[in-house]
């Protein structure tokens, strides 16, 4: 039987891997989590919207009737491309036929100083509870210490205008609304601020000019503070200095700013690397310098190849990229392994969204379309139920919304994770 070693279990590795059962080869998917975890609703579970469990699933549980895919837990290390093994940390290796990486990405923090110690990315879920105890913290501090709102200590500096930003900058604001009228919080909602900085002068650079002014005065109008075209100097335990030598005293700070493949498996694998360490392929999806290899999602330099106009363009870092070039590279092993001619790779582009909060989001479709504010919000909410893994998690997510949309108050605002004592709280140690 034909071995097939899946690297990671992200949009892409899941799709692949769903194009894979029942046929005639061995799938093995190895990750260093136990569960799949949909991203795009991580910045709910920063913000005290939604709790972990809603936004991961086991992935045993996702393929435990496929008689073909087994799951092994543990860390990738790299590829022993002469003996055909993928390499593991502390197990044996595992021999592979032919090998699909969709190890995605992480957080790049463009060699800023202090950003990757004192800031918070949103990129895995140990992120999102470790920021969502994080903020509640610091509600709390200000509610026993009112004079430290002087120091930053309700101020919240999110770096980074694209989609993922602008969501966690609304979600911010609903929190600090819900926390003054349903938690008994005493300070004053004013003095809470928001504030997204970006290099450029305009928010959500993919969408449509039409559709990042909507954004921006939505966020204005919820009180978000906008620093577009401004970069991050240096970020710190207390503030955050601007290129213009502005300091904002600040104890969160939010990493939007952009990923990398640098720094994760892909970048130890011996093979061609483009842009942000992004693996080179071939038109069908394989590694350009090894056989029966292919690289999907956020960790390949995806070709667009949507017509002869895009025969140059890379498509963006996204789920719908990671889904269907995971499924393409899939198909690609089986018409290896039936000796038929691989395919190149076409990307369906089916739209971007983003959302701002409570009944304002933004849908534009490929022909340029645009549908925004409530509608928006609903296409928003809709689409995210279809693609969340489990049915357990779309019945939870969906009447976790619906409550909050009836309620306001709902919502997990608890804090689970370790730390000390009270004494400390206003002295953040460095995440790492």
Known sequence: MHRVVIVGAGFGGLSAARALIGKPVEVTIVDQRNFHTFQPLLYE?????????????????????????????????GVDWVRREVTLAGTSPLPF????????????????P??????????????????????????????????????????FVVVGGGPTGVEVAGALAELLDVAVRHDGFRFDRTSGRIIVVDGLDRLLVPFKESAASYAALTLEGRGVELELGHMVRSVSASGVELDDGTRIPTRTVVWAGGVTVEGTV???????????????????????????????????????????????????????????????????????VEDRPTAPFHYRDKGIMATIGRRAAIAQFPNGTVVRGTLGWLAWLGLHLLYLVGYRNKAVVLVNWSWR????????????????????????????
């Open 97 to 112: 036929d032919s090998v699909i990486v969709a190890s995605g990405a992480t957080a790049k923090f463009f060699g800023i």
């Open 114 to 155: 202090g950003a990757s110690e004192h800031s918070h990315p949103l990129y895995t879920l140990t992120d999102a509870r470790s920021l969502r105890d994080h903020v509640l913290r610091r509600l709390e501090d200000v509610d026993a210490h009112p004079d430290s709102v002087a120091d930053g200590a309700l101020t």
């Open 266 to 336: 892909a970048s130890r694998l011996a093979a061609a690397v483009g842009p942000n360490g992004r693996l080179l392929v071939n038109p069908d999806l394989s590694l350009t310098e090894h056989e029966g290899a292919y690289a999907v999602g956020d960790a390949a330099a995806v070709p667009w190849r949507d017509g002869p106009s895009e025969a140059d363009r890379i498509c963006p870092q996204v789920a719908q990229v990671a889904i269907q070039s995971g499924g393409h590279a899939a198909r690609q092993i089986l018409n290896q």
């Open 405 to 432: 949309y009836l309620s306001w108050g709902s919502g997990p605002r608890v804090i689970v994770g370790e730390e000390s004592d009270g004494a400390d709280l206003l002295s953040d140690r460095p995440r790492r």
């Open 45 to 77: 579970v920063a913000t005290a919207g939604l709790d972990s469990g809603d936004v991961a699933y086991p992935i045993r549980m996702i393929f435990g009737r496929a008689g073909n895919v087994t799951f092994r837990f543990a860390s990738v290390t």
